[in-house]
């Protein structure tokens, strides 16, 4: 007898496990949510970052304000300088010829005025004599006038002492107006504060100042960058020579977009950190102002907006931060090494608008104008040529 053997029922599946599982992932993916929500609403809010950063420095364009040869050079590009340090030459054979004249035309001013002194004093002692002269000539004429009745002198002897004293008081006149003339080109001044000396040595002090220009030093210290001048080549006034970078005043333009600048203020804590030193270094700056306008607005072909195909582009903005000045010498940057910024905006208090940029700006250079040395020249060359003319001058002055 045979029998038959019915098939097992198939195993149903499982409801409630699958339920499960699916709660629990939605349970996670709150989770994740809450957690993050609060780690950005604690931390993570108070922090705008950005990598589209980089280094930036003054380059300092060194340039010739005379023209010259180059007869040396002293530095090249990479090579630190310090301030005032030799550059490069020019030929200064042109400036020592134009100096040498200067001090001669100086020289020859100095006489020239002194030669005016003199002859006002002999002026007077020319009107002293005419009018001596004059006198003289209308006492004897009034003399013949009593004789001429009597017959004892001429009438013409007459006209003759007559037209004498017209020609002794038209002398007399033409010595009075020259020396008006005279006086009034040294009325109020002596030998070295006479117009004609001090525009010499005017000239002797721009002679000087064009021969102290033939010696190119760095106005600040820095790296040498750009150098494109040759031994021997032929420079003109404003030609770009080489540049000078100094890097220790170095700082950070980080470009973040307009979306993150709502919190930014003014003098904010900024942390960063350079793609040439890794991870290792961080560098702390304070956030030192935020430019006027975007980087598109300053472009050399700025976005037309108004054409018609306007396509809405999140703008970028640069900010400047500037470093720690220690960490900058301790760690070095270079111009236009990529950074990565983060800026705690917890502190909203600050400015909006930075009222002043460098805490320490960039040290003036010194003026070739005021030079002992030319001042004491220009002295020595005076007092030579004026001879005892001074104190004369000076008395002659004093009395008028």
Do not use: C
Not at 59 to 70: A, F, L, M, N, Y
Not at 199 to 206: G, P
Not at 242 to 262: G, H, I, R, S, T
């Amino acid at each position: 007898m045979s029998t038959t053997e019915t098939p097992a029922a198939a195993p149903r599946p499982n409801g409630n496990g699958r339920r499960r599982n699916l709660l629990l992932l939605a349970l996670l993916v709150l989770l994740a949510g809450g957690g993050y929500g609060a780690y950005w609403y604690t931390y993570a809010r108070h922090y705008q970052s950005t990598d589209d950063a980089y280094v930036s420095s003054d380059i300092v364009q060194i340039t010739s304000e005379v023209p010259g040869t180059v007869i040396a050079l002293h530095v090249d590009d990479t090579q630190n300088v310090g301030r005032d340090q030799a550059l490069l030459e020019l030929d200064p054979a042109d400036a020592r010829v134009a100096m040498s004249g200067a001090e001669a035309n100086l020289a020859r001013a100095v006489r020239q005025v002194r030669t005016l002194f003199a002859q006002t004093d002999q002026l007077r002692a020319q009107i002293a004599e005419r009018e001596t002269e004059l006198k003289r000539a209308d006492d004897d004429y009034r003399r013949r006038a009593g004789l001429v009745s009597d017959g004892a002198v001429s009438s013409e002897e007459l006209s003759h002492a007559k037209d004498n004293i017209a020609q002794l008081r038209a002398s007399l006149t033409a010595a009075r107006e020259e020396l008006n003339a005279t006086t009034a080109q040294i009325d109020g001044t002596t030998v070295p504060t006479h117009p004609q000396v001090l525009a010499a040595e005017t000239a002797v002090r721009d002679a000087a100042l064009a021969l102290r220009r033939t010696h190119i030093t760095a106005p600040l210290a820095g790296v040498v960058a750009r150098r494109s001048v040759q031994l021997g080549q032929r420079v003109a006034p404003g030609t770009p020579l080489l540049a000078v970078v100094p890097l220790e005043d170095a700082w950070v333009d980080a470009n973040f977009k307009e979306v993150q600048l709502q919190n930014m203020r003014v003098g904010q804590p900024v942390t960063l950190r350079a793609d040439l030193y890794g991870g290792g270094m961080q560098y702390h700056g304070r956030l030192a102002g935020l430019a006027a306008g975007s980087g598109t607005a300053f472009a050399l072909l700025p976005a037309q907006n108004a054409s018609g195909n306007w396509i809405k582009i999140v703008q970028r903005v640069p900010v400047r931060i500037a470093l720690d000045p220690q960490e900058l010498q301790s760690h070095p940057l270079r111009v236009g090494l990529s950074m990565t910024a983060r800026v705690d905006v917890h502190d909203t208090s600050g400015a909006l608008i930075a009222g002043q940029v460098r805490s320490q700006p960039l040290p003036a250079q010194a003026s070739l104008a005021d030079d002992p040395a030319v001042e004491a020249r220009i002295a020595q060359i005076v007092a030579a040529n004026a001879g005892g003319s001074l104190v004369a001058a000076a008395a002659h002055s004093m009395s008028n």
